[in-house]
C-alpha cells in the first residue's frame, strides 16, 4: 500500500468478515471505506469446481471499477475462452456474475472474532516476524531463510534436517487455504515424479525418486499434481478438504479403458471431484 493513494481501492478475497480482515492487516486500517472483500476461492469452488479465484476477481474488479458494462465484459471473456468446452464456459461466466453480484462493502462489526485471532497468534511469541505489520520487517529478511552458515549444499538435504531461519515460509501453517485436497493410492503410484516436478508448493514429499506422502501444512489444493498423474486412474484425485483419506480411498474409480471417461455417474455418487 506504499504507492497507493486515498482513492485505491482493494479487492480481497477471503472468507473472513471485512472487520476481521482489516484488523489482521495493519496496513488497511483507516481505509475499510475503500476495502471490498468476497469469497473468490468459494465461488470458484462452486461454478468452476476448482479453487481458482482469478475468474471471479475479474467479475469483482468489474463491479468496484465499473470501466465496462458487466454483460459486455463477459462477451468479450466468451471471446477469450472460446476454445474451451462450452461447460467450462459457462462456469467461468457464472463465476464472474457470482463475484460481480456478491462483493460488498460490508460494514465494521464492533467485535473481533477471538477464534481468528487465536487462528493467526504467532507460535513465535510477541517478537516474532509473523506478528509484524508489513511496514515492521526488516529490509532482506526474506533473503535469510537459513540460520547460520550452511555449510552444505541446501538442495541434497531433507526440509526437515535443514536449519530454517524463523522466516522461513516452512514455519507457516498454509494448510487452512485448502478446500479440496489430493488423496494419494499409493498401490497406483509408479513413482513417475511428475507431482514433485510440478508442485508448485513442493508439498509433494518423495525419498530416493519415490513419493512417500503429501505436506499438508503447506498445501493449497491447486490440483496441478492430479492433473500430471498418468496413472489409469489416477493415483492423485482431488476431494473435499473434509473427506478423511481413508474414505477417499474407498471411493476410487475404476481403469478407464482405452477411449472412454471415467464413469461419471460413480464420481458424482461418490463425491468424487
Known sequence: TEDCTEKTKYIITSHLPKDELISLIPALHGKEDNVYVVDCLKIAQETIGRPIPNTPVLGAFMKISQVHPIDDFKEAMKKVLSKLPEKIVDANMLAIQRAYDEVQQEQLMAHKSEVVEKLYKSDFGEDSIWNKGWDDLVLGAACYSFEGDIDHTVVDVHPEDRANAETNSINKY?????????????????????????????SIISREKEMVGIDYHHCKGCGICSEVCPTNPKSLIMFDENTKNEDALTQWPEKQKKGEQYNVQKQKKDGIK
Open 174 to 202: 498454509v494448510g487452512d487455504w485448502r478446500v479440496v485436497k489430493p488423496v494419494w493410492n499409493v498401490d497406483l503410484c509408479i513413482d513417475c515424479q511428475n507431482c514433485w516436478l510440478y508442485c508448485p508448493d513442493s
